[in-house]
């Protein structure tokens, strides 16, 4: 079957095209990551070459360690990703389940409501957001980051797992009203696990930007024991901009978790996004 | 079925992510838009009504920095347009050929500048591409282009689409991943029927599957206006929040940053912060609205 669709000459150019394209993506990672093992000499003479006996160094990452608290930015990072993230995930399953569950008055409206905020950027209202977080005392404390983040991860979770818990059984819930569950036990112990694989996917959509997001540490969290990885290696690198050796140490030290973690969650991201969750 | 109590549940499953949404989200929005009225008048917040978009768009200093941030924010969502989508595009074309070998692979592989943050992203190009190090410049050479070479980000009339390349270069995978699911969605049916009918290769692509696919398209540009026009951090990682050289690669998002923010000697001021905060509303609000009335009313959705 299909004897009209393979046809090695058009293989061969797709596997080029693929390849050329893949190069293209690695290379300026694959540079960065090598170069980050050698003496300076050897960064600027030969650029490409893989570190050996003699280019070998790690003076880069001895000048990152002495110099910057990368391990309190990274922990400031996770304690930021985990909380927010399950912050979104409890409080948008318990939104979508009340949603999709129960019908009362305004529900469409309330799912307009919170569906306004997948389009509309958070950052929009950054100076109010500010002003608050300077009035309650907030700012320059990981709170404040995390509930910012919690409200920009809301809209697109409580929509996706909306839909999700639409397709779980009516029956599975009724025969557990009938045994005099409450909703409460419902929702946590017969839905919630039910819905397990979406929430993983809300979880890998939103861990990445927040991992990433510069712009509110910028501005909520600037001082030095509250800075995330992120804005850590950016202030880190605006010092040191001439010392490259910790220059691309540090941008290694930064890829290096990211990388870590898409290659545990790549299988799930990747599933999500194609089992049509963003539709 | 339980009718006329009233049901408290619904309130407590609702409560929490309406609450942290309506309080750091929704209310901010609107305050921002409010405080774009007031202005700071010796030291007291006094309501000036519309007097802070006047200066914006009166003030010739003001209305000429937000034009020129506008207009390079529009040509960095055309670079977007015009050079990320179609390689999505054709990336997911090819990786969704059936029987590719290898596909997983290179899916995972062209994903990864997609998860990096801006600063990696920034700094690295700017280091690849400095003359200093000089990788860019010997790579040219190797190909016999050597004398294409500039320092592309030093430039004021490259600056700006090297870095809407970058940026196109870090995300890619995303109009790559989506497009990739609208097309592993095609039914295997209508293709065969094609096939049956002599359409197949290129023509079966531009015939069948890309009618198919508009609807992602579709979504895909405006996820891209959206992220475009409140993009920040890439510019500031590679340029600083002076969007150097000469302003050239100044966008709405690092404008707005200075304006609040302050920057050397200029204080901030977050009621004309507030203000560029308003026009980028309008202007995505705007970009939204042509897309849901628009674009994704008309558009023919088969049904598969």
């Known amino acids: 079957m299909n004897q009209a669709r393979t046809n090695p000459l058009n293989t061969a150019a797709m596997h080029g095209a693929l390849i050329l394209y893949t190069l293209i993506a690695l290379f300026p990672v694959f540079v960065i990551l090598i170069n980050s093992f050698k003496t300076r000499k050897a960064i600027f003479r030969e650029p490409l070459a893989m570190p050996d006996a003699d280019s070998f160094s790690m003076i880069g990452y001895q000048t990152v360690m002495k110099q910057g608290d990368f391990f309190l930015y990274f922990q400031n990072s996770m304690i930021v990703t985990v909380a927010s993230l399950f912050f979104v995930l409890l409080f948008g399953a318990m939104a979508a389940f009340a949603l999709s569950e129960y019908r009362f008055k305004g529900n469409t409206l309330m799912g307009l409501y919170l569906a306004l905020g997948i389009m509309i950027p958070i950052r929009i209202g950054t100076v109010a957001i500010l002003e608050m977080m300077v009035a309650t005392g907030l700012v320059n404390s990981l709170w404040a980051l995390i509930l910012v983040y919690t409200a920009q991860g809301l809209p697109l979770a409580v929509f996706i797992l909306s839909e999700f818990m639409r397709q779980v059984s009516d029956d599975l819930k009724n025969a557990g009203r009938i045994d005099g569950l409450s909703e409460y036990t419902i929702f946590f112990k017969l839905v919630l696990p039910l819905v397990r694989p979406a929430m993983a996917t809300v979880a890998v959509f939103n861990m990445i930007p927040i991992w990433n997001d510069l712009w509110f540490p910028l501005i909520l969290a600037p001082a030095e024991e509250t800075k995330t990885l992120t804005l850590g290696s950016q202030v880190f690198i605006g010092q040191f901009v001439t010392d490259w050796n910790a220059v691309l140490s540090a941008l290694s030290m930064a890829i290096l978790p990211v990388l870590v973690l898409y290659v545990i969650f790549s299988r799930q991201l990747i599933r999500g996004i194609t089992s049509g969750a963003v539709k | 079925m339980q009718k006329p109590r009233i049901r408290w549940h619904i309130a407590v499953f609702l409560a929490p992510a309406v609450l942290v949404y309506t309080a ?17 008048i010796d030291q007291e917040r006094v309501y000036v009504g519309l007097q802070n978009f006047q200066t914006l768009f009166g003030d010739p200093i003001w209305s000429e920095q937000f034009w020129n941030a506008l207009g390079n924010n529009f040509w960095f969502f055309l670079i977007h347009m015009l050079v990320q989508n179609p390689i999505g595009i054709a990336l997911a074309a090819i990786l969704s050929h059936p029987r590719l070998r290898f596909a997983a692979l290179y899916r995972s592989a062209i994903f990864i500048p997609t998860i990096l943050s ?5 700094f690295a190009w700017k280091l690849i591409l400095s003359p200093i190090w000089g990788i860019a410049p010997s790579m040219l050479d190797a190909v016999g282009l050597k004398s294409l070479f500039a320092p592309w980000l030093g430039k004021e009339e490259y600056a700006l689409t090297t870095l809407a390349l970058i940026s196109v270069w870090q995300f890619v995978g995303i109009p790559m991943m989506l497009i990739y699911a609208a097309l592993l969605s095609i039914p295997e049916e209508v293709l065969e029927a094609g096939e049956i009918d002599g359409i197949t290769g290129m023509s079966a692509f531009w015939k069948i599957k890309l009618p198919l696919i508009l609807p992602s398209i579709g979504i895909i540009s ?9 993009a920040f951090d890439l510019i500031y990682a590679a340029q600083g929040a002076l969007a150097g050289p000469a302003f050239s690669t100044d966008i709405l ?18 009621h004309m912060g507030s203000a560029i905060a308003g026009a980028m509303f309008a202007i995505i609000l705007v970009g939204v609205c042509i897309y849901l009335f628009g674009i994704q009313t008309r558009m023919r959705r088969y049904q598969l």
């Open chain 2, 222 to 230: 405006i996820l891209t206006f959206v992220g475009n026009f409140n």
């Open chain 2, 24 to 40: 750091v989200m929704i209310f901010p929005l609107f305050n921002t838009l409010r405080l774009s009225l007031f202005s700071k």
């Open chain 2, 253 to 270: 998002g690092t404008f707005m940053y200075r304006t609040f923010f302050g920057f050397q000697l200029q204080l901030g001021d977050p």
């Open chain 2, 118 to 122: 801006f600063v990696i992203v920034g």
